[in-house]
């Protein structure tokens, strides 16, 4: 039997208006720490989140979700979150937030194939 190994993910969101509270799935984020697995993925739904807010600054999400890629796979970047460890970066990037990018709770799994099992989240709830 093949190991199974505990990981966890959490759900990407954009808020267009805080004050409504809707939000749009938009990524993901994996870890698993035996593996030292770390990844993070994300697919701007540009029309359902100007439905929302037909003013809200796409460019600058883009840019926001692109520090989060950073601080998951550059260790050369210059942010100090980047040179945490793996789960030390995915509790930072899921923490509470009121900003306009937040993050589902954390759900736990167990899996023996973590590309695969993110790659089936990704498409259920991102896609």
Not at 4 to 11: C, M, P, R, S
Not at 17 to 45: A, P, S, T
């Amino acid at each position: 039997m093949q190991d199974k190994f505990l990981y966890e993910y959490a759900v990407l969101r954009v808020v267009p208006k805080i004050e409504r509270e809707e939000f749009v799935n938009i990524g993901l984020i994996m870890f698993c720490k035996r593996l030292k697995f770390l990844k993070i993925q994300y697919y701007i739904h540009e029309d359902k989140i100007k439905s929302f807010c037909p003013d809200f600054d796409i460019d600058q999400l883009r840019l926001n979700l692109q520090a989060f890629d950073l601080v998951c796979h550059d260790k050369n970047s210059r942010s100090p979150i980047a040179q945490f460890e793996i789960d030390e970066k995915f509790r930072w990037i899921t923490a509470v937030k009121s900003s306009s990018i937040q993050s589902s709770r954390p759900h736990p799994g167990y899996t023996s194939n973590p590309e695969a099992t993110f790659t089936k989240l990704y498409n259920e709830l991102v896609l």
